[in-house]
């Protein structure tokens, strides 16, 4: 089994779901006892929310950069950045290490292929809905369609992020409000629903929607899982 990078506290909230499910994947795929080989380094994410309200992405970079390569230097096979947001510097920081960067819209689009969808809804912060980091790779790289939401609704989903999920609260009327989000996404053509920000599927459920989810949390572990068992 590979050893996994893991850059983490972008929240923590999610991380602690990564955290479980590389190693509930590693129990399932390989039964007994057995657990992930993890590396994590996990960063104060204050840091990082002030550098992008500056809108500095070059400082962000390097800040992953290092930290990429301090678990690279510790004996990582291989990385996965913790954050949706975060993967607007991926380029930056692949271009730094030796082993690979498992990019999570790569994960995205592997779940689209199975679900055997085409256009999706993307939500996220509203770098990740706005921003072309995620969006061009599933566009130009796999042929996938990409709505968003409105304005509007990319408010309320960015200010729900910040203010809410990286402080763990998911509140009922919070989540009324993503259902009605996500059905207008479902009107408009959507055949799925990408969760781009890895605090959303702790609020939404599949069971609160007629529509699939691709949980990125979920989807990204499985590469990573594909990648350090060689499957």
């Known amino acids: 089994m590979k050893k996994i990078g893991l850059i983490g506290g972008m929240s923590w909230e999610s991380t602690v779901t990564y955290y479980r499910l590389l190693n509930e994947g590693v129990r399932e795929r390989l039964g ?24 500095d992405w070059e400082g962000i970079g390097n800040k992953l950069t290092q930290t990429a390569l ?9 990385l996965l950045i913790g954050a949706n947001t975060m993967h607007m510097a991926a380029d930056t920081v692949q271009s730094s290490l030796e082993i690979p960067l498992i990019h999570i819209a790569d994960a995205i689009a592997e779940k689209a292929k199975e679900l055997n969808v085409q256009k999706l809804g993307l939500l996220g912060t509203t770098f990740t809905m706005e921003k072309d980091f995620i969006t061009r790779p599933l566009t130009e790289k796999y042929g996938l369609d990409v709505l968003i939401p409105d304005e509007k609704a990319r408010t309320v989903i960015h200010d729900s992020i910040f203010n809410e999920f990286c402080y763990g609260k998911f ?61």
């Open 32 to 55: 007994g006892l057995h657990s992930c080989r993890i590396l994590m380094e996990s960063v104060d994410f204050s840091e990082y929310e002030t550098l992008m309200q500056k809108d």
């Open 70 to 78: 301090n678990t690279e230097a510790a004996g990582a096979d291989m």
């Open 171 to 231: 509140i009922s009327s919070t989540r009324e409000k993503y259902i009605r989000i996500i059905q207008q996404l479902e009107r408009d053509g959507a055949e799925a629903i990408i969760l781009g920000c890895t605090e959303i599927a702790l609020l939404v459920k599949p069971t609160d929607c007629n529509i699939p989810l691709i949980d990125t949390v979920q989807a990204h572990v499985d590469a990573a899982l594909n990648a350090a068992l060689d499957e």
